[in-house]
């Protein structure tokens, strides 16, 4: 389960699957400096995305 405290480096190198949605949300994570030390929830801010949205459709991604 993905959570909003993980960095984004994190998720895309567990779930390589995720690199979809951080795509399909205009999020560049796997080549941004950015996303090595920052946490989801802080990504999403910074992108102005609801976290919780991103949570959910994460999570989906990994569970299909």
Excluded: W
Excluded at 1 to 22: N, R
Excluded at 28 to 41: D, K, P, S, T, W
Excluded at 44 to 62: P, Q, V, Y
């Amino acid at each position: 389960m993905i959570t909003k405290d993980m960095s984004i480096t994190d998720i895309v190198m567990k779930y390589p699957e995720t690199a979809e949605v951080f795509a399909s949300y205009g999020m560049g994570c796997i080549g941004c400096m950015a996303a090595r030390f920052e946490n989801l929830e802080q990504g999403a801010l910074a992108h102005g995305f609801d976290i919780d949205t991103l949570l959910e459709d994460l999570n989906a991604k990994i569970k299909k």
